[in-house]
């Protein structure tokens, strides 16, 4: 199998997500040329901002090779991941991302929003309290 099969059956799973009532993204992970797992995008269905196609597959591959070592995978998404998946991604040390369709329209402001969120992080050291 190609980049393209694989590319091809997350496009899929994305085209057929909405049908389960959830957005469409699909992604797939791959090793040694086997699919490893799958996921679609599940935000709505469970009310959970984190369930997004590309986090749900690293989960999903994590929990079927039992490691959190994804080293010689390939994810393959319909969608560029977002900051929060490609942070899953990196964590799990997946070696390659192939998707189709680019991100948010303005991919740098969702990096600037995020940026501005993490500027209210403070630090705090209770034995200075
Ligand atoms: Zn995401």
């Given at each position: 199998m190609t980049h393209y099969d694989f590319i091809r059956k997350a496009l899929q799973l994305a085209s057929e997500n909405p049908q389960q009532h959830g957005g469409p993204y699909g992604a797939v992970i791959v090793k040694d040329g086997e699919i490893i797992s799958t996921g679609v995008n599940e935000e709505l269905k469970t009310n959970?901002?984190?369930?997004?196609a590309e986090t749900l597959a690293v989960r999903k591959a994590c929990q079927q090779l039992n490691t959190l070592d994804l080293s010689g995978c390939i994810m393959y998404a319909?969608?560029?991941?977002?900051p929060m998946c490609l942070s899953a991604i990196a964590y799990a040390k997946i070696d390659s991302i192939y998707y189709v369709n680019p991100g948010s329209d303005d991919q740098e402001s969702v990096y600037r929003r995020l940026y501005e969120r993490a500027t209210r992080m403070v630090q705090l050291n209770p034995s200075n309290e």
């Open positions: 959970d901002p984190t369930a997004h319909s969608t560029e991941p977002c």
